[in-house]
């Protein structure tokens, strides 16, 4: 079997980023995406709220601060080149209690270090200028941010020349040797120079796959959406969140226009039973003990349980779900409220059960490994992508 350059193991936003990095940072190179779906893009990239983040929130100098503002531009200009659908209509981000408003200041600080542009802190009279429909003590305008289709970009980047991309072939087995590193997948074998693993949900399986004991495990958190019926949608013109809990920074009802024009609300945070246990689907009960069995996750549940109850029984009260997105947006009643999709959230927890925040990136022998690239990693994926390509190319050396 003759060796290509690179496999990329899965084809999500951030493996086919990759894969158009290689092709730019090496041309020529011989590059295999696999991907054990039927499609590309099929798992968080198709299950997002498709938010093009302006990198509002990270800590400056953090992965997710560079890479989110760096990526945010390159996708901008991709869409461009690809004609894909963008609209950067900016973002409300709304305090609706006295204890919130030194937060906003403070968010707009970090905007700024960060690099952002045009910050606006507006009073309760200024938000009905932005969202005439919002109620709240005062606001920050955020108008970088956009909406953008990620499953459509995932999809277009899948036909980058140079990049092979195989469906259906999930990788079961990776054994590096001294100048190569060999890949089983339920389809055959194959051979590359380096492995890169954008597994998402299963990053940490296929990294221990690769002979690596990553210390870090993926628990799968669920979001849950909501749609806003026709009669309703008018009260949200663009995007309107609240101000987040830095403990749980991923709590939070948002209400956001998609770029086809629906108004999504959510998602919430629920343990999800299986890394693919979407809204409607069967729970996987031997992933759902896998998980059990990791120390970090009991530790997380103990400390943790009494947010995680309150968003489960949000899960399953839509008056209380609707209670909490009429402080931002008073006039919409639960019955506005229809069920919408569901994404599972890859979010890698530690041994002592704290949440990983940033992008995680680990090397093993001939292989790199995207360990934690949770939200805001589809707004970042090309600037990613770009950052590993340069990392494989130190691995495969002088062409
Ligand atoms: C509910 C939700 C909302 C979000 N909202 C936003 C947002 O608004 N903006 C934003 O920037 N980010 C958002 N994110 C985060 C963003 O969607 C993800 O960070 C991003 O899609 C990660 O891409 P990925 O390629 O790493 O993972 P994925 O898209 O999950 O792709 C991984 C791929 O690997 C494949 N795979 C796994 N194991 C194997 C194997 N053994 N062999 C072959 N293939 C394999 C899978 O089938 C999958 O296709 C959100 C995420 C969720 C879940």
Redesign the pocket.
Known sequence: MTPCDAII???????LATARALTMVRPGMEILV????QQ??????????????SGLYYPPGSHKATLCVRGRREMLDYCDSQSIAVNVSGKLVIASRRSELDRLDQLRRNGEANGLQGLVRLGPAGISQFEPSATGLGALFVPETGVVD?GEVAVRLATTPGVEVRRS????AIKPTSGSVEVA?TAGHHAASVLIN??????D??ARLAGLEPSIRIVPFR?EYYTLATRAAHQVRSLIYPVPDPRFPFLGVHLTRRIDGVVEVG?NAVVALGREHYRGHRPDWREGLDVLRYAGARRLARRYWRPGLAELVRSRLKPIYARSVRRLVPGIAAADLEQGG?????QAVKPDGSLVDDFVFMEGPRSLH?LN?????????LAIGRTIAERATLTLGEP
């Open positions: 193991v899965g084809g999500g936003i951030v493996g696999l991907e054990k779906e590309v893009g099929q798992h968080q990239t198709g299950h997002n709220s498709g938010v093009l983040h990620y072939e999930e990788v079961v997948t954008c597994a998402g949900l299963y990053s399986r296929v979001g998602p569901a994404g599972v959230r890859a995207v690239a949770p939200s805001p990693a589809a707004t970042a994926a």
